[in-house]
């Protein structure tokens, strides 16, 4: 990627995702250093939570 000139935050994100980590991995996730922790995650998902937005009354229904 060096070199590369990201023109929208969609084109960073995708490359910045695709991109391997420091050590190797291909997936950063599958690394022991660089993924999240259960309690990183834990504390993502309450920061987020306010973010949904409910499904409408009819898919619920259904």
Known sequence: MAGRICRTAEEAF?????EPCDHGFADPGE?????????????LAVLLNGLATPAPAERLAA
């Open 31 to 43: 690394c022991r250093t660089c993924r999240l922790s259960d309690a990183e995650i834990a504390r």
């Open 14 to 18: 995708r490359l910045g995702w695709e």
